[in-house]
C-alpha cells in the first residue's frame, strides 16, 4: 500500500489534496505535515514539521515508511517579497531536502512551480513552454531555481519527481496564501459575505487561473501518468480560464446582481503585470492528456454556492 506525505498540508492546496488522497488511499495512508494543526479534526495522521529541519522530514518518511511526497510548503509571491530571506529558506532549502531524501528513500515527488517563474521579457499570450525565464519576484526566482533543481535530481538521481506550473489557484476550502492571483479569491468572499470589493490590481489585468478541483486533478493525473509520458521534468504549464478583474466581478454580478468593484491597485499590479496573460499548455495535454473541467462561470457559481454555506463566510 502507497503511503504519501503532504507537506504545507494546511495550505490552499493541501487541504484539499489531503481529503483527495484520503478518500482515494485511505485515511491512515496520507501523512499531512505543516507547521501547526489543521484548523478543524481530520481523520488521518498529522504532524508538526518544518520543512527547512532535514531530520524532522528524515524520521517523518522513515516513521511512515513514506513512498510518495507531495511537497506543497512555501512562501508566496506577496509575503515573499515582504520576507526574502524566509522565502529563499522554505522554498528552496525544504525543496533540496525533500530531493535529498527522496533520492535516499526511492520516493516518488510532487512538486508545484508557478507562472511566477516568467517575467516581463516572457512572451504574455499563449506563454509556450519553453522560452525566457527571468522573474522579478524571489517567490519567481526559487520557482525558476527549483524547476532546475527538479530536473537535476531526476538526471543525475534518477529521482521521479514531477511538477506543475501552476496559474492562479482558486479555492474555498482555505483562505489566501498571501499570492498576487489572491484578488479573485478575496472579490468572491467580498460577494459572498455581501460585501463590496476594492481590488488591488486593475480591471483590466487578465491572469491565467484555476479553480481547486481542477488544480488537484491536475497533480494526480500527472502523477499516475506513465514515466515514459513525462518528458519535461522541469515543470509543465497547465491552465484552465484566464480572465480580468473585471471579466471576474462581471460573472460574479449574474449570481449576486448587488456586488460592487472598485479599483485601487497597489505594489501587487507590477508584480502581476509581469506574469502572463494566457499560457499554452498543450505539452501536458500532449504528454499526459491533461483536461480542465470548470470553465469561469462554472468556477464562480460553484465558489460562491460553498462561500455561502455558513460555516464558508468569512466576516
Given at each position: 500500500?502507497?503511503?504519501?506525505?503532504?507537506?504545507?498540508?494546511?495550505?490552499?492546496?493541501?487541504?484539499?489534496?489531503v481529503?483527495?488522497?484520503?478518500d482515494?488511499?485511505?485515511?491512515?495512508?496520507?501523512?499531512?505535515?505543516?507547521?501547526?494543526?489543521?484548523?478543524?479534526?481530520?481523520?488521518?495522521?498529522?504532524?508538526?514539521?518544518?520543512?527547512?529541519?532535514?531530520?524532522?522530514?528524515?524520521?517523518?518518511?522513515?516513521?511512515?515508511?513514506?513512498d510518495?511526497?507531495?511537497?506543497?510548503?512555501s512562501?508566496?509571491?506577496?509575503t515573499g517579497?515582504?520576507?526574502?530571506?524566509?522565502?529563499?529558506?522554505?522554498?528552496?532549502?525544504?525543496?533540496?531536502?525533500?530531493?535529498?531524501?527522496?533520492?535516499?528513500?526511492?520516493?516518488?515527488?510532487?512538486?508545484?512551480?508557478?507562472?511566477?517563474?516568467?517575467?516581463?521579457?516572457t512572451?504574455?499570450?499563449?506563454t509556450p513552454?519553453?522560452?525566457?525565464?527571468?522573474?522579478?519576484?524571489?517567490?519567481?526566482i526559487?520557482?525558476?531555481?527549483?524547476?532546475?533543481?527538479?530536473?537535476?535530481?531526476?538526471?543525475?538521481?534518477?529521482?521521479?519527481?514531477?511538477?506543475?506550473?501552476?496559474?492562479?489557484?482558486?479555492?474555498?476550502?482555505?483562505?489566501?496564501?498571501?499570492?498576487?492571483t489572491?484578488?479573485?479569491i478575496?472579490?468572491?468572499?467580498?460577494?459572498a459575505?455581501?460585501?463590496?470589493?476594492?481590488?488591488?490590481?486593475?480591471?483590466?489585468?487578465?491572469?491565467?487561473?484555476?479553480?481547486?478541483?481542477?488544480?488537484?486533478?491536475?497533480a494526480?493525473?500527472?502523477?499516475?501518468?506513465?514515466?515514459?509520458?513525462?518528458?519535461?521534468r522541469?515543470?509543465?504549464?497547465?491552465?484552465a480560464?484566464?480572465?480580468?478583474?473585471?471579466?471576474?466581478?462581471?460573472?460574479?454580478?449574474?449570481?449576486?446582481?448587488?456586488?460592487?468593484?472598485?479599483?485601487?491597485?497597489?505594489?501587487?499590479?507590477?508584480?502581476?503585470?509581469?506574469?502572463?496573460s494566457?499560457?499554452?499548455?498543450?505539452?501536458?495535454?500532449?504528454d499526459?492528456?491533461?483536461?480542465?473541467?470548470?470553465?469561469?462561470?462554472?468556477?464562480?457559481?460553484?465558489m460562491?454556492?460553498?462561500?455561502?454555506?455558513p460555516?464558508?463566510?468569512?466576516s
Amino acid at each position: 500500500m502507497a503511503k504519501f506525505l503532504i507537506t504545507g498540508a494546511n495550505g490552499q492546496i493541501g487541504s484539499d489534496l489531503v481529503a483527495r488522497l484520503r478518500d482515494m488511499h485511505g485515511a491512515d495512508n496520507v501523512v499531512g505535515s505543516d507547521l501547526r494543526l489543521p484548523a478543524s479534526p481530520q481523520a488521518g495522521p498529522h504532524e508538526i514539521a518544518d520543512v527547512t529541519n532535514l531530520d524532522q522530514l528524515r524520521e517523518l518518511i522513515t516513521n511512515y515508511n513514506i513512498d510518495t511526497i507531495y511537497h506543497l510548503a512555501s512562501i508566496l509571491s506577496v509575503t515573499g517579497e515582504k520576507h526574502p530571506d524566509l522565502a529563499w529558506q522554505v522554498n528552496m532549502n525544504g525543496l533540496k531536502h525533500i530531493l535529498d531524501l527522496a533520492a535516499a528513500h526511492n520516493c516518488k515527488v510532487f512538486w508545484p512551480s508557478s507562472i511566477a517563474v516568467f517575467g516581463p521579457t516572457t512572451p504574455r499570450n499563449h506563454t509556450p513552454q519553453r522560452t525566457v525565464l527571468e522573474p522579478q519576484t524571489i517567490y519567481g526566482i526559487t520557482k525558476s531555481a527549483g524547476e532546475l533543481l527538479c530536473n537535476y535530481y531526476h538526471q543525475h538521481f534518477d529521482v521521479d519527481v514531477r511538477s506543475l506550473r501552476y496559474p492562479g489557484l482558486i479555492s474555498y476550502s482555505a483562505p489566501p496564501g498571501g499570492g498576487t492571483t489572491d484578488f479573485s479569491i478575496d472579490m468572491l468572499r467580498a460577494a459572498a459575505a455581501g460585501k463590496a470589493y476594492a481590488c488591488f490590481v486593475g480591471p483590466k489585468t487578465r491572469l491565467p487561473m484555476m479553480y481547486m478541483p481542477d488544480a488537484v486533478n491536475a497533480a494526480l493525473v500527472l502523477m499516475h501518468a506513465a514515466p515514459e509520458d513525462i518528458r519535461t521534468r522541469t515543470s509543465y504549464n497547465v491552465t484552465a480560464v484566464s480572465f480580468s478583474a473585471e471579466e471576474l466581478a462581471a460573472e460574479i454580478k449574474k449570481v449576486i446582481p448587488g456586488f460592487e468593484c472598485t479599483y485601487a491597485p497597489d505594489f501587487r499590479q507590477e508584480i502581476a503585470d509581469s506574469w502572463p496573460s494566457t499560457l499554452n499548455d498543450s505539452e501536458a495535454r500532449t504528454d499526459w492528456n491533461w483536461q480542465p473541467e470548470f470553465t469561469l462561470d462554472a468556477m464562480v457559481a460553484d465558489m460562491l454556492m460553498h462561500l455561502q454555506q455558513p460555516s464558508k463566510v468569512v466576516s
